[in-house]
């Protein structure tokens, strides 16, 4: 049993700090992703569960010790490194053994060892080769396994698929997920990529800053998120935005946009929307809350608006439109649409139950 | 058709050996044709005032069989080569203390380094007066410690002139070793350290399975400097020793130098310079063998 848990846990370089008193805690086998822009401290926050940076204060505990003071190998974790940090004068299987050698374990259970994770890794054919004579995605491998073979309590993970091409990025990041599946194990990963974060994630953890801005699963952190920056972070094309005033009319509640127009409050959001009134607000709108449909706007579930295309970039299964809305570019997300170009009227009805409401100031979800 | 790329391919022929040919003729010039030349005369009895005779293995014989200075010259420049490591491993030191983040780890550096662009023969003149019986700073350190009673003439006592004239040829090649070591350090990625650290290895084992054996293609790099240097310290040693004394620091280089133009006679000095010639091809062969493939160790791209 060996969960994670990081009591405000701060780092400072000189006079900066950069990571501010973090609270964090990953259950037994639970796989958690650090997920944010570069800079935000999530590298810095693994390497100092690795024992690789010193914590300036908190404390870090594994299993049920604090490991403040120990060595990074007495944490009993293994780690796979961005640029794969394979030893380069060694064979494949000397990189996956050197760990149990220093460890002293007899030879014949270390070739057991390496023999079993590279079954499970498929690296098997590659044992006697030297890491240059390897493709990206097999030195990939060959640095998990240099992890699985410690049989380690926790496995960190580096931006582990940030230097490999997008086709296998996704086919490592699939394999990576059915390995947590195979080794039960508890794993901490970072990436900047939140389509990683999102795939392979039990809960993630969005950092910005040094600071955690919100922790939770990737259903909670995509449909729930607590401020525009989770909201703008999580999601491809990122969510649209648009600057508003809550007004109160004839019809009931509704957005007032900086053109003057106007998108009413479905009925049930009014009581918890109601409040804000008069306002500065920013409106969020995911690409696929704009539907084509002629669904019948009841109680202000829905808003109908007609803009002029202007981009269209079509991905094949989608194609994104983009167009202006009350002075802000907007994308949406259709089925592929023949035939309609740059200059077009899109007919759109926008389901408002799925909007989110942000304060202007704080930048905080109401 | 044929014939027409079969033009053009001339037309680069003449080109290429166009261009080859002022290079060609000065290598033909003053390498190819001394070294025959040398070749020949080593076989010859050859003096200015006669006509040369053929003298067959004579020469060899005398220098193999009944030349002690001969003798003497050889295990001196083999001395001198075997040194190499010795410097090598105060410049790894170095190099590691000045990789490590101190501060102002960039005026060491600099400091280190600088003794390799002096001129050899300054450097010379500077070690010839640190060593000095009278007024060198050795002997005034080790009078005024009380050490010693009087000054050592270390440059003028057969059993130290040596290991002096080494000590002032490795202090002036060191800075360069350092460099090439440094650049070796700090071209293995320093997660491999952190990867190291994970999987158990203290400080040591660090250096001896991870830092040795990527810096071994510099190390190799310094040793074939070292090599070179020990058959081309002419300039240092004829500064500060002349060779002597008694030929206590007579190199191979110094010696054919002293046969031929101080004693004129330039077919026994080719004989020499013929043995110089083809130990140094030896060891240039055994070196490569010994690098034997694993040059290329460090990972690129």
Known sequence: ????????????FGDIEVVH????????NEFVVLV??????KSTVLRMIAGLEEITSGEIVIGDKVINELAPKDRDIAMVFQDYALYPHLTVFKNLSFGLEMQKIPAAEIRERVEAAANILNITDFLERKPRQLSGGQRQRVAMGRAIVRRPNVFLFDEPLSNLDAKL????????????????????????DQVEAMTLAERIVVMRDGYVRQIGSPDEVYNRPNSIFVAGFIGAPTMNFIACRLTEGPQGLSLTLQDGSALPIPAELAERYGPQKNRDLVLGLRPEVFHQDEAPVVNGSRARIAPTIGVVEPLGSDTLFFFDLAGTEVVVRMPPLVGLRRGDTLPLTIDMGKMHLFDAATEQVL | MAFAIRRKRTRELLLIWFFLAPSLLIFLLYR?????????????????YKPAEFAGLYHYEEMLLYDDVFWQAFWNTAIFMASAPIGIL???????LVDTPIRGR?????IVFMSYPVMTVAVGIIWQWLYNEKVGLFNYVLVSLGIVEQ???FLETASLALPAVIVASIWQVLGFYMIILLTGLQNIQPSLYEAAAIDGANAWMRFRRITLPLLRPSIFLCFVIGIINSFTNFDLIYVMTDGGPSHATELLVTYIYRVAFKLAQFDYAAALTIVNFLFFVFLAWLANRLAGGEVGAVETG
């Not at chain 1, 944010?36 to 401290?41: E, L, N």
């Not at chain 1, 699939?174 to 794993?187: F, M, Q, R």
């Not at chain 2, 105060?90 to 590691?96: C, G, H, K, Q, R």
């Not at chain 2, 960039?106 to 600099?110: C, E, G, I, K, L």
């Open chain 1, 21 to 28: 008193g973090i609270d964090l805690v990953v259950r037994h």
């Open chain 2, 106 to 110: 960039n005026v060491y550096r600099t």
């Open chain 2, 32 to 48: 190819i044709i001394p070294l025959l030349w040398n070749g020949v005369l080593s076989f010859e009895f050859w003096s200015p």
């Open chain 1, 169 to 192: 990025r996704t086919q490592m990041r699939t394999e990576i997920k059915k390995l947590h599946e195979t080794v039960k194990t508890t794993v901490i990963y970072v990436t900047h």
């Open chain 2, 90 to 96: 105060i410049a790894l030191l170095v190099a590691i």
């Open chain 2, 151 to 153: 000054g050592i003439p």
């Open chain 1, 36 to 41: 944010g822009p570069s800079g935000c401290g």
């Open chain 1, 1 to 12: 049993m060996a969960g994670v848990e990081l009591r405000k846990v701060a780092k400072r």
